[in-house]
T-cell receptor, first 116, second 115 residues
Framework: AQSVTQLDSHVSVSEGTPVLLRCNYS??????LFWYVQHPNKGLQLLLK??????LVKGINGFEAEFKKSETSFHLTKPSAHMSDAAEYFC??????????????FGTGTRLTIIP | NAGVMQNPRHLVRRRGQEARLRCSPM?????VYWYRQLPEEGLKFMVY????????ESGMPKERFSAEFPKEGPSILRIQQVVRGDSAAYFC?????????????FGPGTRLTVL
């Protein structure tokens, strides 16, 4: 069974400062990992995904995440926050032992607030 | 290429009524997943379907909830005799037959309000 823990339910940063959203995962197999963003009353947009290739993954809007197997972490970062980054962020894990389709397991989310 | 479509976007029902939520997957996608997001919570998996088959319904409540994905037409999530606790956002996602790294594409969701 897999699970994902988002360590902070709320994060507030000032505009122009770095963003760090933390995520730890648990999986019996080599996982696929994703970060999704949800703006208020909107659907989910994929930010980036880890696919067992490069451990440092670059996504859209300047976000990136680093897969650290030794720490079972997949933290999301951005060098400089923008007001439009204010949203809910979900860390997601999926297990694909047989290269088949698989349900996604979501973290509880981190609400990012940007202070002007 | 149109994305995943869900309708209605908002649905209001009174207690005891039925709710029908529709999901049209992306073109060429044969797998559909339904997730529920309760207020202030993350998404929880409900059911995974292929055309005419339920593959995994481990997240579906045992009563009142059913899902189908017929050979023709959209996938339907049906909730009978709705209660206030069913109020949530219901998201549909789709993927192709062999989804690279399990990537799923999400629709905009249906927000169900039970009065």
């Amino acid at each position: 069974a897999q699970s994902v823990t988002q360590l902070d339910s709320h994060v507030s940063v000032s505009e122009g400062t770095p963003v760090l959203l933390r995520c730890n995962y648990s999986s019996s197999y080599s996982p696929s990992l994703f970060w999704y963003v949800q703006h208020p009353n909107k659907g989910l947009q994929l930010l980036l995904k880890y696919t067992s290739a490069a451990t440092l993954v670059k996504g859209i809007n300047g976000f990136e995440a680093e897969f650290k197997k030794s720490e079972t972490s997949f933290h999301l970062t951005k060098p400089s926050a923008h007001m439009s980054d204010a949203a809910e962020y979900f860390c997601v894990v999926s297990v694909d032992p047989n290269f088949g389709n698989e349900k996604l397991t979501f973290g509880t989310g981190t609400r990012l607030t940007i202070i002007p | 290429n149109a994305g995943v479509m869900q309708n209605p976007r908002h649905l209001v029902r009174r207690r005891g009524q039925e709710a029908r939520l529709r999901c049209s997957p992306m073109k060429g996608h044969s797998h559909v997943y339904w997730y529920r997001q309760l207020p202030e919570e993350g998404l929880k998996f409900m059911v995974y379907l292929q055309k005419e088959n339920i593959i995994d319904e481990s997240g579906m409540p045992k009563e009142r909830f059913s899902a189908e994905f017929p050979k023709e037409g959209p996938s339907i999530l049906r909730i009978q005799q709705v209660v206030r606790g069913d109020s949530a956002a219901y998201f549909c996602a789709s993927s192709p037959l062999y989804a690279a790294n399990n990537e799923q594409f999400f629709g905009p969701g249906t927000r169900l309000t039970v009065l």
